[in-house]
C-alpha cells in the first residue's frame, strides 16, 4: 500500500482530472471545475496544470471545440461561481484560446457572429447586475473585450 502526503495526492487528483479533460474533450464543464484548482494552496508547483491550460487547449483543440469553451466560458460567467473562478477561467483559459487562435488564423472562426452576440448579450447583462458594478470581473471583461477588438479588427 502507498501513502501519499496530502499535497501529494492533491497533486495526483489533478493529474487524473486533466487525463480526465484530455480523453473527455466535450466535458467542458470538467476544463472550469479543473480551473478551479488552482486556488488551492499545495506549496508545489503546479506548472503542469498552467501547461495544459495555456498550451494543449488552446493549440490541440478543434475550432469547434474552442467556440464552444467560449460560449460556455460566458454562460460561466452569469452563474453563480466564485469571482477568483471566473477571473481565473478567463486568464487561464480564454486568453491563451484567443491568442493562439488569432496566430492560427482562426479567430473569427472561433469567435463567430453567435459567440460575438452571445458576448455582447453577456456585456449588457452585467451592466444590469449591480453586484458587479466596479468589479474585478468589469476589468477583466473590458480585457477579454479589448483583446477581442484588437485581433478582430485584421
Known amino acids: 500500500m502507498v501513502c501519499y502526503s496530502r499535497k501529494s495526492e492533491i497533486v495526483l487528483l489533478m493529474k487524473i482530472y486533466i487525463n480526465h479533460c484530455r480523453e473527455n474533450r466535450s466535458d467542458i464543464a ?53 469571482l477568483d473562478s471566473k477571473i481565473n477561467a478567463s486568464f487561464m483559459i480564454i486568453y491563451p484560446l484567443i491568442i493562439n487562435s488569432y496566430k492560427k488564423g482562426e479567430l473569427n472562426e472561433v469567435i463567430n457572429s453567435e459567440a460575438i452576440k452571445n458576448f455582447t448579450d453577456f456585456i449588457r ?8 458594478s466596479h468589479s474585478r470581473l468589469d476589468i477583466e471583461i473590458l480585457q477579454l473585450s479589448s483583446l477581442l477588438m484588437t485581433f478582430m479588427t485584421d
Open 30 to 82: 470538467s476544463l472550469f471545475k479543473l480551473v478551479e484548482t488552482t486556488k488551492i494552496r499545495i506549496g508545489r508547483d503546479q506548472s503542469f496544470l498552467r501547461k495544459f491550460f495555456r498550451n494543449e487547449i488552446s493549440e490541440t483543440y478543434s475550432v469547434v471545440e474552442k467556440r464552444e469553451i467560449f460560449l460556455y466560458f460566458l454562460e460561466f460567467l452569469k452563474k453563480d461561481n466564485k
Open 125 to 132: 447583462y452585467i451592466n444590469g447586475q449591480r453586484a458587479y
